[in-house]
T-cell receptor, first 111, second 116 residues
């Protein structure tokens, strides 16, 4: 399965740093994209939805490049509490509305 | 109370046993999903249902079956469990949003299943 690909990391960054994750996808017909956050052994939770070129929510910015079929997530002023796995999510190309989750990028923010 | 609940939260069973994992939701969503998560493999879709009369196989349905008993309930069964079905299982729900647009999925807390 290579419909959604992410760099697994881990990304180790100091507090206050800016970090960016990239994700590539193969379903060119997708109209909705998501970033989920997953803490260890917990359920994934929605971080951001992306329906157009991008979205910003506080320290988090998601950008979408449809021509190149990639999505990015930028985290500014990293906090210790941002340590988690970040999942890039795109609809399956052959399953209607079902979502295809990337394997995730691990982030560790250190003091 | 949680919007999406899963029972049991943890289960240890033996090879060959039949196991049922249950999922209930109070969000009023039509769409429900079952995923499994394994280290290094991420979340993989097992089955999904867009309404009570609609059941679809996902990426890895072999060895599993499902039942959508009502809008709020979606059960996953392992008819004869095997060790490589040891995993963390998540149920999720989503609303029926705009046509052609996938909506946000909301997850239950997961069931940790170990097959010996």
């Amino acid at each position: 399965r290579k419909e959604v690909e992410q760099d697994p990391g881990p990304f180790n960054v100091p507090e206050g740093a800016t970090v960016a994750f990239n994700c590539t996808y193969s379903n060119s017909a997708s109209q909705s994209f998501f970033w989920y956050r997953q803490d260890c052994r917990k359920e994934p939770k929605l971080l951001m939805s992306v329906y157009s070129s991008g979205n910003e929510d506080g320290r988090f910015t998601a950008q979408l490049n449809r021509a190149s079929q990639y999505i990015s997530l930028l985290i500014r002023d990293s906090k210790l509490s941002d340590s988690a796995t970040y999942l890039c999510v795109v609809p399956y190309s052959n399953s209607g509305y079902a979502l295809n989750f990337g394997k995730g990028t691990s982030l560790l923010v250190t003091p | 109370d949680a919007d999406v609940t899963q029972t049991p939260r943890n289960r240890i069973t033996k090879t060959g046993k039949r196991i049922m994992l249950e999922c209930s939701q109070t969000k009023g969503h039509d769409r429900m999903y079952w995923y499994r998560q394994d280290p290094g493999l991420g979340l993989r879709l097992i089955y999904y249902s867009f309404d009570v009369k609609d059941i679809n196989k996902g990426e890895i349905s072999d060895g599993y079956s499902v039942s959508r008993q009502a809008q709020a309930k979606f059960s996953l069964s392992l008819e004869s469990a095997i060790p490589n079905q040891t995993a963390l299982y998540f149920c999720a729900t989503s609303d029926s949003g705009l046509a052609g647009v996938s909506d946000t999925q909301y997850f239950g807390p997961g069931t940790r299943l170990t097959v010996l």
